[in-house]
């Protein structure tokens, strides 16, 4: 049963951002770009409209994974607080909203795929209706002769692939007739396109935070922050901020009940080809802006989706506390 103040489904989503369009002008701005399947890929501008944006702290935010999808909920419910100075479910809000919305510019970008959330066969994975076996067959889809999940790749054409999954995963966002991508993998994909329209609007960005879900098999956390993978490469102001921030964010998990967070904080272990689309995808960004990745237990009884989304919130609300606490 998911908690009033958990908002996911796109429609919800949709419907949610049509209200505070409406309600909201002078604070919120909603731009979508349509992704072939049909569904609107928002990002949602939350600032004082009336102020000049040159002066403000810039960060957006981003959860490009379909199979991921405590950081919607989240991120709607940050939202909710900054425009209506409430959470979804009426408590009040944890930020100084007349200042967040002064000073800060942020963007953020609830879910860059939402036909493959709304492809999911549930709103939260808490663990008690599908094993992780399943759960990855829905996330990258099921492999027709082994029956296990099917392969990950940064882009695929569905006529050439001979053990084509009868079910898409959930994961890959169809971009044309015929190909699919997973988002953070392929610049062709609806994320990347309003990635690089964001950074193309202004010089400077403080922040990128991507949030993600992930199964923690065998690990005693259900949470922990994630440097680039070319860290070490990395301009020494940039470093430092990001361990900064990210230890912050670790800091802040801490105080929560039930939250298990790896207290070491790394770069990006991948090896080989998922290595190496990180590096030619992101490679250049890395040089320019401020990014990190969190990672909640997703598909685990350890972690509610109450817990999964408080998380989120807390790492959301950690950068939002340092954007005002300056650079
Ligand atoms: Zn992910």
Redesign the pocket.
Known sequence: MLEPAWISHPDEVDAKVAQWSADHGDIFLAESKTQFAGRPVWALTVTDRSVDDAGKAKAMFF???A??PAPIAAQMNVISQLLTGRTLDGQPSEFDNERVLRECQLVFMPDANPDGTARAPVEAWDGSKYSNDEFWCWMRGEDPETGEMWKRVDIFDDREEENLPERIGI?YEQIDEHHWVEP?RHHSSTLFRWIFELLDRHEHWDQAL?L???EFVNSPHNAMMILPCLFDEQPPEIQRYEREWAEEIVAAWSELEGAHPCEEVRPLGYTGQQRQYFVERWGDLYHRLHIITS?IQNNSPRTPPALQQRLNEVAIRTGIERLLAGP
Do not use: A, D
């Open positions: 959860k490009p994974h199979h991921e994961v953070n991507s993600h879900q992930t990672e």
